[in-house]
């Protein structure tokens, strides 16, 4: 089979295992009694989001073919994803003091909610499944004639099998509450797997070179920090993930709750945000020609404030068109922010230490201001909701308003006018996204 075929194949089953399971989970959560484990299955993501570059740098990267490390990594996350289900059992805590604040009950509430065996059996598969993220894109790269020209269409796969997932959730009898999605995201990873074995032979790249933990986390990058607006750019990155993580831990609770489900499934309605995504991934270097860095990510952030802001607004009353199309502002929410400051921090970065940038620029956005932010949002649930009753205008208001408020940072800041089309011997959108999908 053709190599561009297979990787295509590849890189369509590796997001279908996400999508057939991330976003629709919660609809799982709340039919099994389990709300109260929700903050801390939106938190294994960004966990194994920062472990995951450790195992690539010291044992992936150095010992292992490629192909060989995907498959056996997909084959035990599939496995473990399977078996999630049957370890959920209803989530029972006992009541805390009644002057205790609302940070301690979360702390309780994670305390028992880690302990979950349904809990752990998600973060040991994100621990296997976050490190081939890395891989297929690296395994990619280094079998592709023209990775330049190539790649995109291979990349484009990867959301096309993301929706596929979300799509396939929705014909499952029960939709979002059924079990048989974790059977389903878990078989496609066992499949996955076995294909992998077939990939073309691809030695570890980084084998006999010597590796620090500091490469690995991207720390000895920390020099481009001296420069004013790259430091504006990492801070408001960060800080403006800790609203985001609310998205992708609420956003289908939420259309589920305001009756907006399209074929009778809120994960279906969800799958129209990365429908979007692929549109404005293909028109991404258009918008960077004309718009440059600084407006790229202006209007990545803008996207996020009007997103919260129409879904607020569309609350109380259930404006179904203001919701949906808070949805469909995901290709702009995800492409101009996240894909654009990946291309930023690697156009920014002296050669020596441009992978070490985009490592540490991960670190802070999907691992720390996403793990934090899904902390914060579900004690901002917990803290708006009444006798089961969300106040869905409030828990969207304020991360509207504090995500506005890192955007209005950024523009008065941020003066970095260096690079502001991309090069040709840089990362392209393609690469970057596949480094940063996760989030999604």
Known sequence: MNVQVRLSIMMFLQFFIWGAWYVSMTGF????????????????????????????????????ASQRVLGALHLVGGGLLLAAPMAAAPFVLGEAPADSSIFYKVMLHDAAAYRQPFTLLLLAHMLCYMPTLGLTASLSFQNLENPEKQFPAIRVLGTIGWIAGNLAVGLLPGADASPAQFYLAGGAALLLGLFSFTLPHTPPPAKGKPTTIGQILGSDSLGMMKNPSYAVFIICSFLICIPLAGYYQQARNFVDAVGLKINGSATTTMSFGQMSEVVFMVLMPLFFARLGVKWMLLAGMGAWVLRY?????????????????????????????????????????????????????????????????????????????????????????????????????????????????????????????????AAQ
């Open 29 to 64: 959560i709340g039919a099994a009694g389990m709300d109260g484990v929700t903050g801390a299955a939106y938190t294994v993501g960004p966990i194994a989001a920062i472990i995951a570059p450790f195992f690539l740098g010291m044992v992936a990267d150095r010992f292992f």
């Open 309 to 437: 802001a129409l879904f607020a607004l569309g609350a109380d009353d259930h404006i179904l068109w203001m919701v949906f199309l808070g949805v469909l502002l995901h290709g702009i929410c995800y492409d101009f922010f996240f894909v654009t400051g990946m291309i930023y921090a690697d156009q920014r970065a002296p050669s020596d230490v441009r992978n070490q940038a985009q490592s540490f620029l991960v670190f802070v956005t999907q691992g720390l201001g996403l793990g934090i932010g899904a902390k914060v949002f579900f004690a901002h649930v917990l803290m708006n909701t009444e006798d089961g009753v969300a106040d869905w205008y409030t828990i969207w208001l304020y991360p509207c308003l504090f995500a506005a408020a890192v955007m209005v940072v950024f523009f008065l800041f941020f003066w970095d006018k260096a690079g502001a089309t991309p090069r040709t011997d840089r990362l392209d959108a393609a690469e970057a996204a596949s480094r940063v999908e």
